[in-house]
């Protein structure tokens, strides 16, 4: 290939990649701050559901990795930790 060819492909692609540029496409912008504000509200929204998720699988993990020993002794101290609760709200 000549070096005439390999630019002109190289200023259509870099032609190309501008114009997929999100400044381009006014609608993927939004046009006012409270379109702004619930786009960023959204974002965060899920954010925070993915870190739930993450944060339970988290849990579930660590707790497969204990021995059965360990979780009944952590389940009998929480039974036991809620009738004491209970009492001391009575």
Not at 8 to 24: E, M, R, V
Not at 48 to 76: C, G, L, M, T
């Amino acid at each position: 290939m000549k070096i005439k060819t390999i630019i002109h492909i190289f200023l259509l692609l870099f032609a190309l990649n501008i114009s997929s540029c999100g400044s381009s496409r006014p609608d993927k912008n939004p046009e006012s701050v409270a379109e702004a504000e619930k786009l960023m509200a959204k974002k965060a929204k899920k954010s925070n559901r993915e870190a739930r998720k993450a944060k339970k699988k988290a849990y579930k993990i660590y707790w497969k990795a204990q021995s059965k020993e360990a979780r009944k002794s952590i389940k009998k101290n929480k039974r036991r930790n809620k009738r004491i609760a209970r009492k001391r709200a009575s």
